[in-house]
DNA sequence: CTTATTCTGGAACGATTATTCAAATAAGAG
DNA sequence: CTCTTATTTGAATAATCGTTCCAGAATAAG
């Protein structure tokens, strides 16, 4: 059996994720995907479908690899408080970049089932794991304990949007700090 | 001299704004842009100039509209927080329609100057009236004293952006009111 | 009425879109 | 080397894009 050499198709994913995160779906031609992915055209075709579909995967990627990394910072200290504090912190250090969540989201509202899909089964992960670490704050006094979990969670999440939101309109990192540090003070 | 009909251009650069907010620019083509503004095609490029300078027109005139009302809501109370409140309920309600604040904002980030002039300007006035009245509630003991009235103001409009973001995103109206609430409550 | 002006809508333009067919190229396995 | 398969690329398709030209309909002032 001959093999031929094949094209890295994570790699060339993650320049898809890229592409779209800087200029959102519509906006993104598939020569763009193409010369940004260092792949053939008919490869792009070939390996994920359509631009919708590789919309989809990017979505679903870049989801898989955010929700990771929130989940992580959450996790990582000690202190559930300190925490909530660092997954905050770094979206607002990572605000620069544009995320694809909102991006999706505004872009497409609630009206694409199979994207809804993606971001509700991401978003219910990452609600479960935050509304635990804030039921542990609250145990240790660390958060108010008249706030129900759940709204604090969907506090948290509507903060990391107009975090985003903030820093794609040109937000210095001091000036993101401080908006995090302020979301974080309602929690008390 | 003969002075044939003219059609109502503030009504139709309305109905711009309106398909504006709901595709965003790439999205809206010059054929949904006709059909929505009741005129035809050559009034469109005769009196708007082209499909930016209509997009810019229509940022424009949504900003003015909706700085005015968040300053009305803002200044309708007698006391400053209940203004604060009333300008922050107002985006809650409100956050059901996509706002094309946060779409240009998302579209085109800072890199377009002369939408950036537009909304420069109106954030300006915003953020100097949310300002004095963030100063006179912490002179009645309403907000906390050892915030920084330019970084309280920086994130109520932050709070707005991630509120029309989770309206955009499906939100209902009663989870959006109580993510308006607990932003207040960071201000105590 | 006539006449001046505005608006409309079909036709066309060139550019770009997403996508597919088909042929050429490249590279590893035997 | 040959053979097999992956990948690339040129060409073509049909659709749509923003925009302009132009002819005719509509409308109001004189």
Known sequence: MARPKTFDKDRALEAAV?????????ATSAEM????????RQS????????????RMAVHHYSTVQTTAHIAALRGPARAIDGIK???DRVA???????L?????????????DLEEIKEAHGRVLRAAIRDRIVEAQAAGDIAAELRPDDVAAFLITTFAGLRVA???GA???GLQTLADLAIRALR
Chains 1, 2 share one sequence.
């Open 18 to 26: 890229n592409t779209f995160r800087k200029h959102g779906y519509e």
């Open 33 to 40: 995907l193409v010369r940004a992915m260092g792949i053939g």
């Open 44 to 55: 792009l075709y070939d390996t994920f479908g359509d631009k919708w579909q590789l919309y």
């Open 86 to 88: 660092a997954m905050v």
């Open 93 to 99: 250090q990572d605000a620069k970049s544009p995320c």
């Open 101 to 113: 969540g909102v991006g999706s989201t505004w872009e497409f509202g609630n009206e694409r089932p």
């Open 167 to 169: 820093g794609r309109g």
């Open 172 to 174: 210095n990192a001091a």
